[in-house]
Structures are given as structure tokens and as C-alpha cells.
């Protein structure tokens, strides 16, 4: 089982960007399915965005379409969500998540590995 530690949070004006990090221990990562979901308080925890292991294909929900993009680079162990055009309603605790599905999957209960998440603040 591996660890997740996610960086890069904070507060930003709406319209601004942000980019978070994650940072992967393990030698399975490269083989991972890798998801961003986040937590708003008092909501369940919903999918953002998630990519492949060989980083082929991305896929989002319909929510952030558009405005954030997932990346990795195996090399460096690392998944990042780049975010633009932040809104209000983006605010929330950022999770990174690996699983082991081969293709795409938005079901959290598919994702095993977890990290202590990153809280991302939206002002308006």
C-alpha cells in the first residue's frame, strides 16, 4: 500500500488558478489508476478528475470541464490537477486517490489509497 501527500492548496480569489501536487511512494505507482476527488463540508465526497495509468487518457466531472486539467509523471511519482478560472463552489478538501482499475473509474470505493487531503479556498 502506498502513500499519497497532497500539496499546493490554499486560498485564492475566484477567477484565479491553482495547481495541486501529489506525491506518490511506491514502486506500483506507474501502474495506478489516479483520481482527484474533493469534500465540501457537510457534502459527501464527489470526483473531480482522473487519469489512466499510462496518463492516455483523462476524464472530469461535468462540473470542472473545461476549467481543470489532470496530469503525472511517472518519473516523478507525481499527479498534479491544474485549476483555473476557480469559483466559489470549488471550495473544499482536494483528495488524491490511486487505484487499481485498469480504466477510468469515479467510484470512490474503487480508489484504495488515500491521502490527508488539501483544503483549496475560493473567494468570491
Known amino acids: 500500500q502506498g502513500q499519497l501527500v497532497e500539496s499546493g492548496g490554499g486560498l485564492v480569489q475566484a477567477g484565479g488558478s491553482l495547481r495541486l501536487s501529489c506525491a506518490a511512494s511506491?514502486?506500483?505507482?506507474?501502474?495506478?489508476?489516479m483520481g482527484w476527488f474533493r469534500q465540501a463540508p457537510g457534502k459527501e465526497r464527489v470526483f473531480v478528475a482522473g487519469?489512466?495509468?499510462?496518463?492516455?487518457?483523462?476524464y472530469y466531472a461535468d462540473s470542472v470541464k473545461g476549467r481543470f486539467t489532470i496530469s503525472r509523471d511517472n518519473a516523478k511519482n507525481t499527479v498534479y490537477l491544474q485549476m483555473a478560472s476557480l469559483k466559489p463552489e470549488d471550495t473544499a478538501v482536494y483528495y488524491c486517490?490511486?487505484?487499481?482499475?485498469?480504466?477510468?473509474?469515479?467510484?470512490?470505493?474503487?480508489?484504495?489509497?488515500w491521502g490527508q487531503g488539501t483544503q483549496v479556498t475560493v473567494a468570491s
Open positions: 511506491g514502486r506500483t505507482f506507474s501502474r495506478k489508476t
Open positions: 486517490a490511486a487505484s487499481d482499475v485498469v480504466f477510468t473509474t469515479r467510484s470512490p470505493v474503487e480508489y484504495k489509497d
Open positions: 487519469i489512466t495509468w499510462s496518463g492516455g487518457m483523462q
